[in-house]
Every structure is written in C-alpha cells, then in structure tokens.
C-alpha cells in the first residue's frame, strides 16, 4: 500500500541541528521530495533525491536516503527561527506525490 | 516568471451546495495536479490533467471533476459538498523536466469550509 510516515512534532534550538525523519513504503518510487509549508502558504520543494543516490546536499539541507530501510532524513544545519514550518517528505507514484502527515519543526531561542 | 495562482483564497459553502476553484499554472507549465489538504494532514492527489484530459486520479468521488483549458490553467468543480469537504485545494503545476522527476509548483491555496 502506499504509506508515508513521519514523527508529527520537533522542537529544537536556534542554531542547533535539525533532523526530520521518513518512512516510505514504495520501492519502486524514482524519486523522494521534501517539501516546506508555512502558515497559509502553499508547499514550497526543498529538495529532492534520486533513489539511486545515498546522499544530496544543498546548502544548509542534507537529505539522507537509506533504500534498504526505506528511510528518508532531511538535515536543516544552523537552524534559525525563519526555518519554522511543517516538513512534508513525498515518494512519487503514478503521476502523483503520495504525501506524509507532515513533520511540525519549531525553533525556540 | 510568474507562480501558481488560485482563487479564491477563501470561501464558505453549505452542505449540498457546488463550488468552482481556480488556478493558472506557472508560465511554461503544461500539467495541472489538484491536492487536498485536511487540517493536520498532508495533501492528497485528487486528479492531474495533462493536454486538457485527465490523466490520473486518486480515491475522490465522481462529484469531483476537472477541467484543463488550451493555457493549460484549469478548474476543479466538486458537487453536492459535504462537511468532510471542508479543506485547502491545492493546484500544482509541473513540466515534464525528461529526467523523470515531478517536480511540482504550489500555489497558495483556496481554503473551502462546508457548514
């Protein structure tokens, strides 16, 4: 079936290390996204990774793919208060993005 | 170069009633996905039209269709609303890149309430 999970909430401090977790279920899916929404705003495409690839990085984002696992990480390096949002990770299907719940990251001082 | 815009952001419906929703893709784009997004989940696909025809769809019911239009913006009709309804429609539009990913572009949003 097709199932994308992650962990609801994340609280970390300003200047820290974020690290968001995935789950996914399709070991067929090319490609795996992370996207950023912020209040009242659409989704906004962080990254995205090609499932041939272990590791991508961009900027402050890393995004760590273990395929055996089916298991997807975005790291958000130096992590400051603008970064507050909900992280959505995404495996493709059919014409599709099949879509987890969505990962709430909140930065406190 | 300009995004994903839909209209309206806001509306409020009835039960029973019908609603129309909006979007015009980002210039060059010529695939248009409709979301829904409930409160506290992420989206889920409803349909995608590709040259005007539908071209994929989720587990929606028939009361939602779509349309595609030759500048490939499109509409998203849902009939006879029901308080589940109640949600933010997301439009998306995409180019086929040829490497394969859907990369898609999100506009903000028409948030529809059903009392």
């Known amino acids: 079936g097709e199932d994308v999970e992650q962990s609801l909430f994340l609280s970390v401090r300003e200047g820290d290390s974020s690290v968001i977790n995935c789950t996914y279920t399709d070991s067929s899916s090319t490609y795996l996204y992370w996207y950023k929404q912020e209040p009242g705003a659409g989704l906004q495409l962080l990254t995205y990774?090609?499932?041939?690839?272990d590791m991508k990085q961009d900027q402050r984002l890393t995004v760590l793919l273990n395929k055996k696992d089916k298991h997807l990480s975005l790291r958000i390096a130096d992590t400051q208060t603008g970064d507050s949002a909900i992280y959505f990770c995404a495996e493709s299907g059919y014409n599709k993005l099949i879509f987890g719940a969505g990962t709430r990251l909140a930065v406190h001082p | 170069e300009t995004g994903v815009t839909q209209s309206p952001t806001h509306l409020i419906k009835t039960r029973g009633q019908q609603v129309t929703l909006r979007c015009s893709s980002q210039s060059g784009h010529n695939t248009v996905s409709w979301y829904q997004q409930a409160l506290g989940q992420g989206p889920q696909f409803i349909f995608q039209y590709y040259r005007e025809e539908e071209n994929g769809r989720g587990n929606f019911p028939p009361r939602f269709s779509g349309l595609q239009f030759p500048n490939y913006s499109s509409e998203l009709n849902v009939n006879a609303l029901e308080l589940d309804d109640s949600a933010l429609y997301l439009c998306a539009s995409s180019l086929d890149t040829g490497d394969g990913a859907n990369v898609l572009t999100f506009g903000a949003g028409s948030r529809l309430t059903v009392l």
């Open positions: 990774i090609f499932s041939n690839m």
